[in-house]
Nanobody
Framework: QVQLVESGGGLVQPGGSLRLSCAASGRTLSSYAVGWFRQAPGKEREFVAAIRRTGVSTYYTDSVKGRFTISRDNAKNTVTLQMTSLKPEDTAVYYC?????????????????WGQGTQVTVSS
């Protein structure tokens, strides 16, 4: 089974940028579609972005299109979420998740493996 560890979260001012990384161990990440999800206090976990195994196809929720970019490096077993023009409403714990042989779904239930999350806070 693959294990996932997120990093790169922190406190940033509105309009700023952050780069989140998801590092995998235990199994090659190239067999998995990978998604990023986020959960704000008192809210359900929501889809942010996903990338298929080869990295050719990517998917985003409408609120982050044009601001966030998901990418992967299968040789390094990592997936990255580059976040720009951050807004206070982007504040949440961000999780990466892996779906074996998946298609990059936005459905949280499709993902079998999850990281522990990294906090992103956008505030002045």
């Amino acid at each position: 089974q693959v294990q996932l560890v997120e990093s790169g979260g922190g406190l940033v001012q509105p309009g700023g940028s952050l780069r989140l990384s998801c590092a995998a161990s235990g199994r090659t990440l190239s067999s998995y579609a990978v998604g990023w999800f986020r959960q704000a206090p008192g809210k359900e976990r929501e889809f942010v972005a996903a990338i298929r195994r080869t990295g050719v196809s990517t998917y985003y929720t409408d609120s982050v299109k044009g601001r966030f970019t998901i990418s992967r490096d299968n040789a390094k077993n990592t997936v990255t979420l580059q976040m720009t023009s951050l807004k206070p409403e982007d504040t949440a714990v961000y999780y990466c998740a892996a779906d074996l042989y998946g298609l990059g779904s936005s459905d949280v239930h499709k993902y079998e493996r999850w990281g522990q999350g990294t906090q992103v806070t956008v505030s002045s």
